[in-house]
C-alpha cells in the first residue's frame, strides 16, 4: 500500500471515529425513484455531478458462487446488490476533497437504508468495492472504508458481515430475524 494511500485510509478512519459516526455529517438532498434506485447531485468546481444508488437483483444462477455463512441461510432469500456511480462511475472519485467524500458517503448510506427498507425481511445486499481503475472488486481500501461506515450507521435489526464472491471480497447486509 503506498504511503498515501495509508495517510488517506487513517485520516479517514480517525475520522469517522471522531465523530463517532456519519449521524453528523450533512448529507445531500435525495430523490428515491422506486424501491430501487436513489439519486443526488453535487457541485463541483462550477459543474453539476450526478450521483445515483442503484440496487440490482443477482441472477439465481450465480447465488450458489456466493460464499454465506451458514447462519444466513442464503439459498432461502432473494440477493440484491447495492452499487452507487459518481458521474456514470464506479471507481474513484475526488479523494482530494475530504468533506465532499464524505458528505457523498454519508448521502449513499442513506440512500441505501431508505431502499433497504422496502425490500422483504429475507433478504441479502451485498455491496462491493469496485478498484480505482474499475478492473476487479477488492480495493482493500475502499472495503475497509465501507466496512467501518456500516459498522457504525446501519441499524440494529441488521446483521453486517463480510465474504467471498469467487475470491472478491464483499460486505453484506441482512435483517435478523
Given amino acids: 500500500m503506498k504511503h498515501e494511500n495509508f495517510s488517506l485510509m487513517k485520516l479517514l478512519e480517525n475520522i469517522l471515529n471522531e465523530v463517532g459516526d456519519l449521524k453528523n455529517i450533512k448529507g445531500y438532498e435525495y430523490i428515491l425513484k422506486g424501491k430501487d434506485e436513489g439519486s443526488f447531485t453535487i457541485h463541483l468546481n462550477n459543474n453539476e455531478i450526478a450521483v445515483n444508488v442503484i440496487i440490482k437483483r443477482a441472477e439465481d444462477d450465480i447465488k450458489s458462487l456466493f460464499n454465506f455463512p451458514p447462519i444466513i441461510k442464503a ?10 456511480l459518481v458521474g456514470g462511475e464506479d471507481t474513484q472519485f475526488e479523494k482530494t476533497n475530504l468533506s465532499i467524500l464524505m458528505r457523498i ?3 449513499v448510506m442513506d440512500i441505501s437504508l431508505d431502499l433497504i427498507k422496502k425490500y422483504p425481511n429475507d433478504t441479502i445486499f451485498t455491496f462491493f468495492a469496485t478498484s480505482k481503475t474499475g478492473k476487479g472488486f477488492n480495493d482493500s481500501q475502499k472495503m475497509n472504508l465501507y466496512k467501518l461506515i456500516m459498522q457504525k ?3 440494529t435489526e441488521y ?3 463480510e465474504s467471498e464472491f469467487l475470491e472478491n471480497k464483499f460486505l453484506y447486509l441482512t435483517k435478523i430475524k
Avoid: C, H, S
Fill in 153 to 155: 450507521n446501519i441499524p
Fill in 159 to 161: 446483521r453486517m458481515g
Fill in 75 to 84: 439459498d432461502q432469500k432473494e440477493m440484491y446488490n447495492v452499487g452507487f
Fill in 105 to 107: 458517503l454519508k448521502t
